[in-house]
């Protein structure tokens, strides 16, 4: 279903499941880096690091690697925020060969502006061989250069009308079921249109 390099959106409410269908898709490429904001990924499950140099020294250390995944514990908070997301996503661009998964992507761009290098990564990360994750709870904060670039959309339960309203757009008549979607039932949006998935369970297939 997905290429290497594709752009992928995962958007829905707290709760309605985006982390988990997240999960499902990663499965599909063997190095992932995951920028994780809410403490979606444990690490039990995972290799964690919480700074920028452990991070750099884990790519540095993995270069040659042919499967890995990384979770970089992304502190929101700290005074540098945007400086340091900007370098992160400058590493892992010439890095290459990888799936960079970034929850809640709305904390780190805004309808107006996208970082430097996050932008090189949405528009020529392919030719690093460059694939993208989104996930959202505001459909309506999403910076349409990223949005654009997505050939696989899924939208979960959403009930704020201004996110309903945005995805209206390409959802079409479809959009009218989103406040009623269970957890973890998605429409799925792609290159044949619009389709209902779920519900989803560890042994789905997307």
Not at 95 to 102: E, H, Q
């Given at each position: 279903m997905f290429l290497s390099t594709d752009k992928i959106f995962v958007m829905g409410r707290s709760g309605c499941g985006k982390s988990y269908i997240?999960?499902?898709?990663?499965?599909?490429w063997p190095r992932k880096i995951i920028i994780d904001t809410l403490n979606e990924y444990s690490e039990a499950e995972?290799?964690?690091?919480?700074?920028?140099e452990e991070f750099s020294q884990f790519l540095l250390e993995n270069q040659?690697?042919?499967?890995?995944?990384i979770v970089y514990k992304f502190d929101v908070e700290t005074s540098n925020q945007t400086s340091e997301f900007n370098e992160v996503m400058r590493l892992c661009y010439y890095?290459?060969?990888?799936?960079?998964?970034?929850?809640?992507?709305?904390?780190?761009?805004?309808?107006h502006e996208v970082p430097h290098?996050?932008?090189n990564n949405v528009l020529i990360g392919r030719h690093r061989n460059i694939g993208m994750l989104f996930t959202s709870q505001r459909a309506g904060e999403i910076?349409?250069?990223?949005l654009s670039q997505c050939g696989?959309?899924?939208?979960g339960s959403m009930v704020e009308g201004n996110d309903i309203r945005y995805i209206s757009s390409f959802l079409n008549q479809e959009a009218k079921l989103i406040s009623?979607?269970?957890?973890?039932?998605?429409?799925?949006?792609?290159?044949?249109?619009?389709?209902?998935?779920?519900?989803?369970s560890e042994n789905s297939s997307l």
């Open positions: 997240a999960k499902l898709i990663q499965k599909i995972f290799k964690c690091v919480y700074s920028f040659n690697n042919s499967q890995f995944t890095f290459g060969n990888i799936l960079i998964v970034i929850e809640e992507v709305q904390l780190f761009s805004t309808i290098w996050l932008k910076n349409k250069t990223i696989h959309i899924f939208v009623s979607l269970p957890i973890r039932e998605f429409l799925y949006y792609g290159p044949h249109g619009v389709k209902k998935i779920g519900p989803l």
